[in-house]
Structures are given as structure tokens and as C-alpha cells.
Nanobody
Framework: QVQLVESGGGLVQTGGSLRLSCAASGRTFSNYAMGWFRQAPGKEREFVATISWNGGRRDYVDFMKGRFAIFRDNGKNTVYLQMNTLKPEDTGVYYC???????????????WGQGTQVTVSS
């Protein structure tokens, strides 16, 4: 059992930055791959980024490559999403999730947070 709580979202202008955090509690955090997903207005939840249990492997959705970075601190039971050069199309509710295996697919993720709103204005 893993509980996940996101924070760090907010309102930012185009070109700005945010750092999202996801704090985990429960079972051993370091044994899980962690992912970030976004649900934009009127859209289904979609993959954003993932990181392996030891941080050695990362993947990003194409439209965020080069602007976003996922990293984790297992000592703090926390995974982060650094979001730079934000665009209005990045707007949405961002969710963190935990999976037993490394995956880019939301169905692979067993545990989900409640989400944090990111709004990017022009």
C-alpha cells in the first residue's frame, strides 16, 4: 500500500517554471517506478514522464522533452517533476503514480495521487 500526495502546482505565465512534488508513504518507496500523468481539460489522462526505482532510466512524452525533468529522492520518499519553459498547452491536472514495473502506460500504475492543478497563461 502506497499513498501519494502531489504539491507544487499553481498559476504561471508562459515561459515560467514550476516544480511539482509527490510525497509517498506506506510501503518501500524505492521499490516502485514512479510516473507523472496529466489530464488536460476535456482530455483523457496521459503520460508525461516516468523514472525507474533507482533513477537510472527516464522517459518523457515528446512534447515535454527538453523542458521537463523527472527525478527522485528515495531518502525523502519523494519524486519531482521540474517544469521549465511552460506553455499554455501544458495546462492540466498533474498526477503522480507508482508502479511495480517500469512503464509508460497508465494501466501499469497501481497507486495514484489526487493531482495538482497547473495553469499556464499567456
Amino acid at each position: 500500500q502506497v499513498q501519494l500526495v502531489e504539491s507544487g502546482g499553481g498559476l504561471v505565465q508562459t515561459g515560467g517554471s514550476l516544480r511539482l512534488s509527490c510525497a509517498a508513504s506506506g510501503r518501500t518507496f524505492s521499490n516502485y517506478a514512479m510516473g507523472w500523468f496529466r489530464q488536460a481539460p476535456g482530455k483523457e489522462r496521459e503520460f508525461v514522464a516516468t523514472i525507474s526505482w533507482n533513477g537510472g532510466r527516464r522517459d518523457y512524452v515528446d512534447f515535454m522533452k527538453g523542458r521537463f525533468a523527472i527525478f527522485r529522492d528515495n531518502g525523502k520518499n519523494t519524486v519531482y517533476l521540474q517544469m521549465n519553459t511552460l506553455k499554455p498547452e501544458d495546462t492540466g491536472v498533474y498526477y503522480c503514480a507508482a508502479a511495480n514495473t517500469y512503464s509508460l502506460h497508465p494501466l501499469s500504475y497501481t497507486y495514484w495521487g489526487q493531482g495538482t492543478q497547473v495553469t499556464v497563461s499567456s
